[in-house]
């Protein structure tokens, strides 16, 4: 199994505080990406990044921000917690950028915020 | 853009049953595609994967074909367990693409 953990694994949180998950990989993959898994949406990417202080968003990032420092951490912020932001959250990490190249998820995060 | 297509779900099953899963995909170029398995309570991880027309990727039973003809992906299983009920997401990865695409996941349930 490829070594990723993320913290915490639940929160409870209230409306308007921030909120920061952690993903910790020691794979060395150069990829990580944040995803939200909610009933009817399946899978969608918040943020991503391709290296250590190289992020992007994705399709859902409003109201969300990542940083990375290293290459094995990978942080998400809430800056101001909402109630649509109930979800749970999944890391991912791959290799590189080549297509043919598979994700490896961690265990995820159940977040709700109250 | 890409996009991939699955069959609703749930599918729900007698143990020792046949099944398949659906999944057709529009992409540029050719894409690499995959099978991810989510268990209760988990994450996904990958089931098996194709990387070109006719590869055909294979795992724990399960089988899928890259068609290229009928750009579809389905997956199939000859004789389904109790241990295999998930949820399944179809997947593809363009060359060169940072971003995978993923299908909205297909529940399968099966019974004893």
């Known amino acids: 199994d490829a070594g990723i953990t993320q913290s915490p694994r639940h929160k409870v949180t209230e409306t308007g505080t921030p909120v920061t998950l952690r993903c910790h990989q020691t794979?060395?993959?150069?990829?990580m990406y944040w995803y939200r898994q909610d009933p009817g949406h399946g899978l969608r990417l918040i943020h991503y990044?391709?290296?250590?202080?190289?992020?992007d968003k994705g399709e859902v990032s409003d109201g969300y921000s990542v940083s990375r420092s290293k290459t094995e951490d990978f942080l998400l912020t809430l800056e101001s917690a909402t109630s649509s932001q109930t979800s749970v959250y999944f890391c991912?990490?791959?290799?590189?950028?080549?297509?043919?190249?598979?994700?490896?998820f961690g265990p995820g995060t159940r977040l709700t915020v109250t | 853009g890409d996009s991939v297509t699955q069959m609703e779900g749930p599918v729900t099953l007698s143990e020792e049953a046949f099944l398949t899963i659906n999944c057709t995909y529009t992409a540029t170029g050719y894409p690499s595609l995959f099978w991810y398995v989510q268990y209760p309570g988990e994450g996904l991880q990958l089931l098996l994967k194709a990387t070109k027309a006719d590869d055909k990727g294979s795992n724990k039973g399960f089988e899928a074909t890259y068609r290229k003809e009928t750009t579809s992906f389905h997956l199939e299983k000859g004789s389904v367990q109790v241990s295999d009920s998930a949820v399944y997401f179809c997947?593809?990865?363009?060359?060169?693409?940072?971003?995978?695409?993923f299908g909205r996941g297909t529940s399968l349930i099966v019974h004893p």
């Open positions: 794979e060395n993959h150069r990829y």
């Open positions: 991912a990490i791959s290799e590189d950028g080549q297509g043919a190249n598979e994700q490896y």
């Open positions: 990044s391709y290296g250590v202080k190289d992020t």
């Open positions: 997947a593809l990865r363009s060359g060169g693409s940072y971003i995978p695409t």
